[in-house]
């Protein structure tokens, strides 16, 4: 069992666990210190905002009836479930993919735990420029972002994709 973990990308669930814990953390200081909708300068362009998102990104089907709770719940565990199985699959080679997918997990996870406490996820930051605001979000929705970000980066760096390239450089010579 420690091999497991030790040589697949499950070594890397730590940080899912940061995520998870920092993020409940957050949540839970916003809820004990401020009340819904109260904001906070923090720097002229960031406030930290107590809101309710009853949606998906961008409160996105925010005004359903209700359904979408369960439904972005569902989509949540699913990938969580899909991410969990790619770790365990991938070798000891790899770092930047497992790092990448464990921060998505992390803040899919910290967004379940709230849809399924609360029915909606607190978020709170709040960036802004003159009168128009970001949607706010939170650190779960920061760790998706950052793992997606390092997806692309992978998608983007990855020696399999210069290899590919440079073969069909030679192919042409």
């Known amino acids: 069992m420690p091999k497991l973990f030790s040589e697949t990308g499950l070594r890397f669930l730590w940080i899912s666990a940061v ?3 920092l993020d409940l953390w957050s949540k839970y200081e ?3 210190c401020m009340t819904l909708s109260e ?3 923090v720097l ?3 406030n930290f905002t107590y809101v309710r998102n009853y949606g998906a990104a961008f409160s996105f089907l925010h005004d359903a009836s209700g359904w979408q709770r369960w439904f972005f719940t569902a989509i949540a565990i699913t990938v969580s479930v ?3 199985w790619w770790l365990k699959q991938s070798d000891k080679q790899q770092k930047l993919l ?7 997990l992390g803040g899919a ?4 735990y709230d849809r399924l406490m609360h029915g909606f996820v607190i978020d709170f930051l709040d960036f802004y420029v003159g009168d128009w605001h970001w949607p706010a979000f939170n650190l779960a929705d920061s760790a998706i972002f950052i793992g997606a ?4 980066w992978d998608m983007l760096t990855s020696k399999q994709g210069h290899d590919a390239g440079s073969e069909s450089n030679t192919d042409k010579k």
């Not at 497992?98 to 998505?104: D, M, R, S, T």
């Not at 996870?109 to 379940?112: E, W």
């Not at 970000?149 to 692309?152: G, H, R, V």
């Open 19 to 21: 995520v998870v814990v």
């Open 30 to 32: 916003v809820i004990g």
């Open 39 to 41: 904001s906070v300068q």
């Open 44 to 46: 002229p362009f960031f």
């Open 82 to 84: 899909v991410i969990l």
């Open 98 to 104: 497992p790092i990448a997918f464990c921060f998505i």
């Open 109 to 112: 996870l910290g967004n379940v």
């Open 149 to 152: 970000a390092l997806l692309i």
